[in-house]
């Protein structure tokens, strides 16, 4: 029997060719879409699930509280991991990581026997405790696990280092040339996969820097991980961490701010030290400054996942309307089969198997179209992804898909054409139930509305990322290049600023220890007279780096060479805010910093206008410049600010003018703008991803919509040939078959555009400065929505208008 039903059912479909074809290729393009979600997704939840005690660690994080605002932490004072390992029997192993990137590329150089070097910049250098390779599972493929980095100086590489550096030497013993120091191979280790918030391709001893030995209870300065013991509750513990700080912290606070820890939290400071489930981190919801690698969102994957399955629906939809709209044409098929003695139970199972066959193939041809198109989606999404990856679901779930969606599809055209009255059918007169006509109309409705949301959700997120990138950052980013590595050229800085300020096509260069995108420093002032501490962010900058921005001194004046600046301050109005004074020119502010306590009294000789260091999605906070005279005179990076004209020829004449003062290390920049662009990545992808599926998503219904229009026109022939015959016009009989069509889409938008708002009202939220929800957006999704569904519509109603009718009359 099922041979039989795959018989008929491939001749009924190769006889339908059009029929087949486009119900085919929507169901497809639904699987193909779901296929490519569903790999995105289960790539973002493999991150860092490779560890067999990873449901044991846990990362330490800290809310920051601050007088004016509170600020999330991924790295935590280093000596707390010997106190929690000491004091809470909950706690049975801890790894600190001190990271020298992302920001902060580290020269790496190997000298061979020949006297042969190879020197790279390199970015994945960190630095573990020896319990790293005891508590996660990077293989050492060579080399003790226990013992590799034991001892300071001692250093894991990576298989793919080994290779670029060593070729087929043994590195073990040999030694590499860093910022650092010389370091020691001791092991290599597999290659660290990119599912894992950890991005190392060099792991050295955390014994090696002097400053992580010593005691710190306040400082930020390494991530940390803790290995707990079984059934241990993590609330409990938490709960645990206040007391542990008023124990180790407060003292250190009162000792270096001279005021009592007990002042110092009523003045709206505090520390809330928290525990994050290792496996949870890359998309835990809340981010985190300082972040190893930048993670995903748990909120995006649940929209992708209900794009996927709302995507697949959509799909279904149109098969059934497919379905049904050939159900004029199937009528006496199935009068002629019941005629002759076919139960329906038969009926049932022979459109089933043909339905079951359309999304065997349809599933076939969804998998090419993921294979060809998956180069362009890792494009949008910036990954590896591929189809047949190890333990991926993705075929096993297109096995699925081709059953259960045939079925579920399959389903609902099978019982309405099996349940046809064989004797009206024979007459010619077919008619439709209303519960019929509301289900398909509400899928139709279903399908746009989803389609709307999509497009409008787009368009709000494109509108969000248009106006951080347009939005007055308080400094011109345009045209600005920005030199890493400054601190290379020592003393020879300033002479290479002149230098480079004399090629035309540079109007300003500034050195500074960082740039304005979420890279700066935490300092804390005590004011005079008050036993009120202010903590603010901080970096240091020249004489030059303010003028070279852009900044605006909106009161006193800027660092000069015309004075010794090294203990001045310029503060932003924020800061001026938080002092509540109305004139801080010349206020004094101490800082007490080191062990022991060195106390340094800083006065303020300038007010420069709010600007934006950190990401738009928090509120300007206050904010402190300091001079680089007050270390060595250097800065870390030096920007550069150009005409614009000849960039390609200005940037080697940078680069020429380097190698004549550092021919050791390479030439390294990046355009300001581009780094800005980087801390909206990832909302540019999603958006990108929206824009993909919701074309997607409105493609796939208005197949379903060719099919309702070719439905309700097969319905009504006789009702048109009756029309014409009295005179109604082509036009006008193409208003009429399209008015009932409008309605619809416009029930759907009436729909969409209330939830499309909420969503998007909730995504908007995670931005401090957010672009209006424009009127203009909505009319202009549902002007896309109700375009794309007059010209689909149009095509099958001008078909039936445009029929003779005679030819429409002649049965009756």
């Known amino acids: 029997m099922i041979k039989n ?173 860093t910022d650092f120091g010389d370091f020691v191979v001791r092991g290599i280790c597999e290659n660290v996969p990119e599912n894992s918030h950890f991005d190392f391709d060099f792991m050295v001893s955390m014994k090696t820097f002097q400053f992580l030995q010593t005691e710190n209870f306040t400082g930020f300065s390494t991530h940390m991980y803790f290995e707990l013991g079984d059934n241990v509750d993590v609330k409990a513990l938490e709960a645990k961490f206040p007391k542990m700080v008023e124990t180790y912290a407060a003292p250190q606070i009162e000792q270096n701010l001279n005021t009592t820890y007990q002042e110092y939290v009523a003045g709206g400071n505090g520390y809330n030290y928290s525990l994050i489930q290792f496996e949870d981190i890359h998309l835990y919801p809340v981010k985190y400054q300082g972040a190893l690698k930048n993670g995903g969102s748990i909120n995006d994957i649940y929209i992708f996942i209900s794009i996927a399955v709302l995507i697949i629906l959509i799909a279904c939809i149109n098969f059934m309307n497919l379905a049904t709209a050939r159900s004029t044409e199937r009528a006496k098929e199935v009068g002629i089969r019941k005629t002759l003695g076919s139960p329906k139970k038969q009926l049932v199972g022979q459109f089933l198997t043909e339905s079951v066959i359309m999304s065997t193939f349809a599933t076939i041809l969804a998998l090419g179209i993921v294979y060809m198109s998956l180069p362009y989606f890792n494009s949008i999404v910036g990954k590896h992804l591929a189809l047949a990856a190890s333990g991926s679901i993705a075929l096993p779930f297109s096995i699925t898909a081709a059953l259960v969606i045939g079925l579920l599809a ?303 026109a097969g319905l009504r022939t006789k009702e048109i040939g009756v029309r014409k015959t009295l005179g109604a016009s082509v036009m006008g009989v193409v208003f009429l078959l399209s008015k009932d069509f409008t309605k619809l889409i416009l029930i759907a938008l009436l729909i969409a555009f209330p939830t499309a708002y909420y969503f998007m009202s909730q995504w908007l939220a995670n931005f401090a400065y957010q672009t209006p929800i424009s009127i203009f957006t909505f009319v202009m999704s549902g002007g896309v929505a109700l375009l794309i569904a007059w010209l689909t519509v149009g095509y099958q109603t001008l078909k039936a208008a445009l029929v003779n009718p005679v030819k429409s009359l002649r049965s009756e």
């Open 5 to 177: 039903y795959i018989k008929i059912g491939l001749r009924s479909l190769i006889k339908n060719r059009i029929y087949t074809i486009i119900n085919i290729l929507g169901l497809s393009v639904g699987i193909a879409s779901s296929l490519l979600i569903l790999l995105h997704v289960e790539d973002e939840l493999s991150y860092d699930k490779l560890h067999s005690k990873g449901d044991h660690i846990y990362k330490m994080v800290l809310e920051r509280l601050y007088p004016d605002h509170v600020t999330n932490y991924a790295f935590v004072p280093h000596s707390f991991s010997e106190v929690m390992v000491k004091d809470f029997p909950e706690v049975k192993n801890a790894v600190r990581l001190f990271a020298a990137g992302p920001n902060n590329p580290v020269m790496v150089r190997y000298q061979d026997e020949k006297g042969e070097e190879k020197a790279f910049e390199e970015y994945g250098l960190m630095a573990a405790d020896s319990t790293f390779f005891q508590m996660f599972d990077f293989k050492v493929t060579t080399g003790d696990p226990d013992k590799v980095l034991a001892n300071a100086q001692d250093m894991v590489i990576t298989q793919e280092m080994a290779t670029k550096y060593f070729g087929n030497e043994d590195p073990v013993n040999k030694t590499m040339r």
């Open 410 to 712: 399959g389903s609902y055209p099978a019982f309405v054409l099996s349940g046809f009255n064989p004797v009206a059918v024979m007459k010619g007169s077919m008619q439709t139930n209303k519960s019929s006509a509301w289900l398909r109309n509400g899928l139709v409705v279903f399908q746009f509305a989803i389609s709307i949301i999509l497009i409008t959700g787009t368009l709000i997120v494109q509108d969000q990322i248009d106006f951080m990138s347009k939005l007055d950052l308080g400094y011109d980013k345009e045209q600005v290049l920005v030199i890493d590595r400054a601190g290379s050229l020592n003393e020879q800085q300033e002479v290479f600023i002149n230098e480079i300020k004399n090629i035309p096509t540079i109007t300003e260069a500034g050195a500074s220890g960082s740039i304005p995108v979420n890279q700066y420093f935490g300092i804390q002032f005590l004011p005079p007279g008050g036993a009120e501490v202010i903590t603010t962010n901080a970096m240091n900058v020249d004489d030059d780096y303010m003028k070279t921005m852009g900044f605006e001194i909106v009161a006193g004046r800027g660092f000069s060479k015309d004075f010794n600046d090294s203990l001045s301050i310029i503060i932003n109005e924020q800061t001026v805010e938080l002092l509540g004074v109305d004139n801080p020119i010349g206020m004094k502010l101490r800082n007490t910093n080191g062990q022991p306590p060195v106390v340094t009294e800083f006065e303020i000789i300038g007010v420069v206008k709010d600007f934006h260091y950190m990401s738009l999605r928090e509120k300007i906070s206050p904010f402190v410049m300091l001079s680089t005279e007050l270390n060595n005179g250097n800065g870390g990076v030096i920007t550069v600010r150009m005409t614009g004209e000849d960039l390609q020829g200005t940037i080697a004449q940078l680069e020429s003018k380097w190698k004549q003062f550092v021919p050791q290390d390479p030439f390294k920049y990046k355009f300001l703008d581009d780094e800005l662009d980087q801390q909206y990545k990832s909302e540019a992808n999603s958006g990108k991803i929206f824009a993909l599926f919701a074309g997607l998503g409105i493609l796939i219904a208005c197949v379903g919509l060719f099919g309702l229009a070719a439905y309700m």
